[in-house]
């Protein structure tokens, strides 16, 4: 059976289109699937390593363009795809057997807007299509009920007993919080908090997630802990503000991931500045740039920076994030922008760890 030479002519003008990240291009990175010719009609799918990829409109203006330098095609068809890779390792296959990354967000100290974070993110990888689960790791003051707008009580599942999550805004949800008196205050031990954890993974019937937010309690204590023993993380995100102060904070949690063997996948600055609605001037209320210093003396990445803004905070306190409320606002623009850049480090760390890309299932991105 005799091949068509055009199909080579077409993937050899494809092998010029480079990810920016990987430095290696779409065809040796396994990419370019189902590649089809027809007359003078040429037609593949560009399948990305995560839905959220933030370069995805420039690969297929490139691979079109690049298509186009062939005197014979008449149109090019390109149907863009994703299919998320698995960040470290292969996953504890008896608590998440269908997680493909865990990521958990951090920090050195309280305040500095983990929670928010957490939310928008989840709701902003959620929104590429990605399916995402958020885990509400603080056992003490669990808030992301509130945040996303719940109330009720997850349901027990009829087949196999696992506890169905909630869902909100198309995000999986699991939190302590629903299953306590908002009045009464949680007095446990550590071994507790580690057996919270535990069944929160074990007995909750997360389905097929590309992407599960943890969001972490304050400090080093036991949640974070406890979470990288029980399950590999794909990663952690570390948020801060722009003080210098808050370099000694993050150290410390850079620190304690490192002695875990936790990659840490960049910082966030929260509360960056903040934009006066009266004559939309830019203010550094709390200084300017500590993220970036705190990410570059750590040889970290910068992952972006989060404007301080009321609707962030009205959001959350009536649970609807900002993200979904006001998604063409500078601070959701921001979300959105900090989740890219998070699923980006995932799947160079993926990427780099396993190889070429070998896509199991797609999914057809929204255009």
Sequence with gaps: MSTDPRREDVLRTLRTVQDPDLHRDLVSLGMIQDLKIDGDRVSFSIVLTTPACPVRDSFK??????????????????????????????????????????????????????????VNVAL???????????????????NIPLMMGLKEKPQLQSEGGKIVPCRSYGVRLMSIGFFLDEDNPVIWRGPMVHGAIQQFLRDVDWGDLDYLVVYLPPGTGDAPLSLSQLIPLSGVVIVTTPQDVALQDVAKGKAMFRRLEVPVLGVVENMSYFICPGCDARHEIFGKGGGERI???????????????????????????????????????????????IARQVSILAVAGQGAFVPAMTLTLKK
Excluded at 67 to 95: C, H, Y
Excluded at 126 to 139: Q, R, S
């Design 61 to 118: 203006e490139q691979a079109e363009q690049a298509v186009r330098t062939l005197d014979w095609p008449g149109s090019v068809s390109i149907d863009m795809q994703a299919s998320t890779r698995t960040g470290r390792g292969s996953g504890n296959e008896q608590l998440i057997p269908h997680v493909k990354n865990v990521i958990a967000v951090a920090s050195g100290k309280g305040g500095v807007g983990k929670s928010t974070t957490s």
């Design 124 to 142: 902003a990888l959620a929104d590429t299509g990605a399916k995402v689960g958020l885990l509400d790791g603080d056992i003490y003051g669990p």
């Design 295 to 341: 990410a570059a003396q750590f040889s970290v990445p910068f992952l972006g920076a989060v404007p301080l803004q009321p609707r962030v905070r009205e959001g959350g306190d009536q649970g609807r994030p900002v993200v979904v409320t006001h998604p063409e606002s500078a601070e959701a623009s921001a979300f959105r922008s900090v989740a890219g850049e």
